[in-house]
């Protein structure tokens, strides 16, 4: 049986139906002083190289046209100017993120946007870093880039708050008889997203429907109860459904499920609610 536990952490303060404060993750000072650094060392090369055309004829003898040293040490005095200014708007453009009790508010210069976790229908990982995340299809797509300050802590509170909060709503949706759906990509799209990193989602999603005691996937199906694990390679990129047996029901690229955290959650959640568990 597949058993799983998470927690978010408590925060204050207050701001209206969202809830307290629990933590903000905003621009990531680590890529910015790397930007800078980088600038620095441009400019500091070009002013050594100015420098240098200073001490011709009373350190060393120049063979040559001087004015290759100032195209020299300009040059790199503008590419260190050039690579401060780039990094420095990278760093401004960069969202702000706020986690509070019951939604996450998102603001840069896009604009801002509010999504109740209960609501949060699609939230996807990408591979190599990075989240995108929906209230519903249709609906656009709001990413968090992994040069967000304390991206790895921003990643695991959401996927918790979101199995918290929305997994509480479909664990009731299926008590009361309903299913709910699920969504992934085809493998080649998720493939292709592990060795480009692109924010393009226009692509088709297939549904996979939850019922209270059954997985449905396709064509095939398989009963919760007889559910023993969900393995997932990261050497290989692939998710395993894995049966009572040790036999893979069903093999899946491990991003190309939409909130696949809260379907883990949701399955280990039924499997503790069915009369043969009890």
């Known amino acids: 049986m597949i058993s799983t536990e998470k927690k978010p952490d408590a925060g204050s303060g207050a701001t209206g139906a969202l809830g307290p404060l629990i933590a903000t993750y905003g621009k990531s000072r680590s890529f910015l002083g790397v930007g800078l650094f980088m600038a620095a060392l441009f400019a500091a090369a070009g002013l050594f190289v100015l420098w240098m055309t200073t001490r011709i004829g009373i350190d060393f003898q120049l063979n040559g046209d001087v004015s290759f040293l100032y ?124 060795m480009v990193a692109t924010r393009n989602m226009d692509f088709p999603t297939f549904d996979m429907i939850l019922s209270a005691d059954s997985l449905q996937i396709g064509q095939k199906s398989i009963q919760i109860a007889r559910i023993s694990n969900i393995n997932t390679n990261l050497w290989t990129e692939k998710s395993s459904i894995i049966d009572v047996d040790g036999k893979v029901f069903h093999k899946i690229h491990p991003s190309s499920i939409l909130s696949f955290a809260l379907l883990h959650a949701l399955i280990a959640r039924q499997q503790q609610s069915l009369p043969t568990n009890a």
């Open 71 to 194: 195209m020299v040490g300009f040059g790199s005095l503008a590419l260190g100017v050039v690579t401060a200014l780039v990094f420095w708007r990278l760093a401004a453009s960069q969202p702000t993120f706020r986690l509070f009790e019951n939604g996450i508010h998102a603001s840069g210069p896009g604009g801002d946007n509010v999504t109740l976790y209960r609501d949060l229908e699609d939230l996807y990982s990408f591979f190599y870093g990075g989240i995108g995340y929906r209230a519903a299809p249709g609906a656009p797509w709001t990413f968090i880039g992994s040069r967000i300050h304390r991206f790895g802590e921003l990643s695991e509170r959401l996927n918790s708050l979101q199995i918290q909060h929305r997994g509480e709503a479909l664990h009731q949706q299926l008590r009361a008889g309903k299913t709910v759906i699920f969504r992934y990509f085809e493998d080649s799209v998720a493939q292709s997203k592990s």
